[in-house]
């Protein structure tokens, strides 16, 4: 029964991690989506304005806490020799288990932005606090528009025009392939905390981010030396540098990364399988 699948089954065992993730990690969920009312309540008590830029860097960090915290708050018992024994006895397949896993952690980060965002979004309709815009758009590109206008604003200038021309271009060209590896960047990262939840008994969610750290560091040291090689190369002829080159040569470096990071990203979920199902307790 390890890899088949059954719907009813599946629903059942929706049902049965679904009160466990509500009682493991719920009220957690609940802080994270409500991180910006304590923001406006400082506005309210202090009187003074908060743009939008700051309330957007805390939905995201609110995200990134979910990415970190989920797999060990919700399911940290999954791996230990005596309480995940009954999680080893439940009737279904590792395929069903995986599923579900994967999908409480899969749309946790997804729930704490929207409902973070629609929290702001109501406090920003209040016609107190200092929630004066609401946001309008999560993309980086769509989000610093609106701070530069709000910033005009209060310059009581136009500062939409030239000073968002450059920055439009350069996301025009690149952002499909930007907001594809920022997507798959918070996938790796929680398939990548929900395999350490398997592999760590205790501290799971610190010695997972300790090796995510440390693994990071060492892959962007490498990635700087074959950047200031290629750098070198390009300047031996630099008359032959131009827009257009270093146009496609950006966009060459992004797509060969995203495929080697979508590689990456799918073995790791195959790994985590393989981890699930052959869990030793």
């Not at 932005?113 to 629609?118: D, R």
């Not at 709000?150 to 499909?176: K, N």
Request: charged share 10%; with cysteine; hydrophobic share 50%.
């Amino acid at each position: 029964m390890n890899n088949t699948f059954n719907i009813n089954r599946f629903g059942k065992l929706l049902a049965y991690d679904g009160r466990k993730y509500i009682r493991n990690f719920g009220l957690t969920l609940i802080i994270l989506c409500g991180l910006n009312l304590v923001m406006w309540l400082l506005t309210l008590i202090f009187g003074f304005t908060m743009p939008t830029l700051p309330r957007y860097g805390m939905i995201w960090l609110a995200v990134v806490l979910g990415i970190l915290m989920v797999p060990a708050k919700a399911f940290g018992d999954i791996n230990l020799p005596r309480e995940g024994v009954g999680y080893a006895m439940l009737p279904v397949s590792t395929l069903e288990k995986y599923l579900s896993y994967a999908l409480f952690c899969l749309m946790t980060p997804v729930v704490i932005l929207f409902g973070s965002w629609a929290i702001d979004s109501l406090l920003a309709l209040l016609p107190f606090g200092g929630f004066v815009h609401h946001i309008r758009h999560l993309g980086f590109y769509g989000i610093m528009q609106d701070f530069i206008m709000e910033i005009g604003e209060l310059a009581e200038q136009d500062l939409t025009g030239e000073d968002l021309g450059s920055f439009q271009t350069i996301m025009s060209m690149f952002g499909p392939a930007y907001h594809y590896a920022i997507i798959l960047n918070f996938i790796f990262n929680v398939g990548l905390f929900m395999l350490g939840n398997l592999f760590f008994k205790t501290h799971k969610t610190g010695k997972t981010l300790a090796i995510w750290i440390g693994v990071s560091y060492v892959v962007s040291m490498i990635m700087q030396i074959i950047l200031l090689s290629l750098k070198s190369s390009l300047l031996i002829h630099p008359e032959n540098i131009d827009i257009v080159t270093l146009t496609d040569f950006t966009k060459s470096m992004m797509t060969t990364s995203n495929i080697l990071n979508t590689i990456l990203t799918v073995g790791l979920y195959v790994g985590l399988f393989f981890k699930l199902k052959t869990q030793k307790y």
